[in-house]
């Protein structure tokens, strides 16, 4: 009976000194992991068709998910507070639970990133080519009595393809041509741009003073 209740505890011990070395080894395993984590890869299923599938092979980041939200503001055409929804946030926690989906404050910190590394790729451009351009002013009032500009550039590349860059959305004092010429001049030399072909606003008077305005700068 000795004997056997000698063995029982032998087991058990070595039974406990197994589980320790278990333990041992993943707390190490997790602290070489937390040195050096690793971005975790996921592998959805892509159909070519549907006879046949395809593997392929994507990271999750954080920061390019949040540029496609900002993205996708820009090109729909949504208001900020459109990530703010619970419609929204719902679908976006579906597609990536691991997402921690951004409020407005950050989207628009975000979008003014964006904007900035745009239009430093866009005057990079424009300068290096030395890019002749026709230019457009669209000018309108607001219910609340403010005056706007849209000032876009129209351009063909080396390839015969035909461009359009809004280069300036702002306020303005009035819808004068010399008004207009002058915050098209300004917007010229912050773009670096010195090569005008045409300049086209939204009315005639304003067009010729414009234009005569451009030209004195």
């Known amino acids: 009976m000795k004997i056997q209740l000698e063995l ?3 087991h058990q011990l070595m039974h406990l000194q197994f589980l320790m070395g278990r333990i041992l080894s993943s707390l190490q395993m997790m602290k070489r992991c937390h040195k050096k984590p690793k971005p975790m890869i996921l592998l ?11 593997l392929i092979a994507t990271s999750y980041c954080p920061k390019k998910c949040r540029e496609a ?5 820009i090109l729909d055409e949504q208001p900020f507070r459109v ?12 597609f990536e639970p691991r997402l921690q989906v951004p409020y407005r404050v950050t989207i628009e910190r975000d979008f003014l990133k964006l904007y900035k590394k745009e239009k430093i790729k866009l005057k990079d451009y424009l300068v290096a080519n030395r890019q002749r351009v ?17 000032l876009t550039a129209h ?5 015969w393809r035909l461009h359009k860059k809004i280069l300036n959305f702002r306020t303005i004092v009035n819808d004068k041509g010399d008004t207009i010429g002058r915050a098209i001049a300004t917007c010229l030399l912050e773009w670096g741009i010195d090569k005008v072909l045409t300049v086209t606003v939204d009315n005639a008077t304003s067009n010729d003073h414009a234009g005569t305005c451009c030209q004195t700068k």
């Open 8 to 10: 029982q505890v032998t």
């Open 44 to 54: 959805p299923l892509k159909k070519k068709s549907e006879q046949e599938g395809k």
């Open 155 to 159: 351009y063909i590349d080396v390839q």
């Open 134 to 150: 026709s230019l457009t002013a669209d000018t309108w009032s607001s219910h609340q009595n403010l005056n706007y500009m849209c």
């Open 69 to 73: 939200i900002v993205r996708y503001i």
């Open 83 to 94: 990530v703010v929804g619970e419609g929204f946030r719902d679908m976006l926690r579906v």
